[in-house]
T-cell receptor, first 110, second 117 residues
Framework: TQLLEQSPQFLSIQEGENLTVYCNSSSVFSSLQWYRQEPGEGPVLLVTVVTGGEVKKLKRLTFQFGDARKDSSLHITAAQPGDTGLYLCAGAPGGFKTIFGAGTRLFVKA | KAGVTQTPRYLIKTRGQQVTLSCSPISGHRSVSWYQQTPGQGLQFLFEYFSETQRNKGNFPGRFSGRQFSNSRSEMNVSTLELGDSALYLC????????????????FGEGSRLTVL
């Protein structure tokens, strides 16, 4: 059972387009993290959201935590080829081991 | 400060052999977690160590084991290798156990890519 469901699984867009990636669960999380992973490397932490309804911005990336702390979204404005990668959401349900969603593989074409 | 270091980066083994992977966490981090990443299953949690104690364990067979040393460095071992063990093995360090205080943010190494022939 995948506790963190990510959608879409794959996204291929043109440079300059906007996109949103979703991370959903039926469980409540005290916090959720978003990571980006490039081929041949480990995931790199982008952001942590903690408070229900919280919105965080990282340049062209906007992260939101759902009011009930069961879901999160990542919105990228004016995507660039450098945004290409695997985007992963993660959290520790019940405060124990950190689990990951299956990821959204993003490809931005120049 | 130095990041998480994993060795070796690449290795090739044959079925039935065993392998040991090493991870040096960020200085001051006491928690080390191990994950297996495959295209079909994504990132799967193996185990977590905190202050030399295994705090959490994933659903992997007993062939997968690990340990943590007093300097927080960690090793994982896979015995009697199977073809399906081919994967990227990732180590992540954090300040504290995910079961404890903090937000559970993980800092990953570049991984050890294991190929079993």
């Amino acid at each position: 059972t995948q506790l963190l469901e990510q959608s879409p699984q794959f996204l291929s867009i043109q440079e300059g387009e906007n996109l949103t990636v979703y991370c959903n669960s039926s469980s409540v999380f005290s916090s959720l993290q978003w990571y980006r992973q490039e081929p041949g490397e480990g995931p790199v932490l982008l952001v942590t959201v903690v408070t229900g309804g919280e919105v965080k911005k990282l340049k062209r990336l906007t992260f939101q935590f759902g009011d009930a702390r069961k879901d999160s979204s990542l919105h990228i404005t004016a995507a660039q080829p450098g945004d290409t990668g695997l985007y992963l959401c993660a959290g520790a349900p019940g405060g124990f081991k950190t689990i990951f969603g299956a990821g959204t593989r993003l490809f931005v074409k120049a | 400060k130095a990041g998480v270091t994993q060795t070796p980066r690449y290795l090739i083994k044959t079925r039935g052999q065993q392998v040991t992977l090493s991870c040096s966490p960020i200085s001051g981090h006491r928690s080390v977690s191990w994950y297996q990443q495959t295209p079909g299953q994504g990132l799967q949690f193996l185990f977590e160590y905190f202050s030399e104690t295994q705090r959490n364990k994933g659903n992997f067979p007993g062939r997968f084991s690990g340990r943590q040393f007093s300097n927080s460095r960690s090793e994982m071992n896979v015995s009697t290798l199977e073809l399906g063990d081919s994967a990227l093995y990732l180590c992540a360090s954090s300040l504290g156990s995910s079961g404890g205080s903090g937000t559970g943010e993980l800092f990953f190494g570049e991984g050890s890519r294991l190929t079993v022939l």
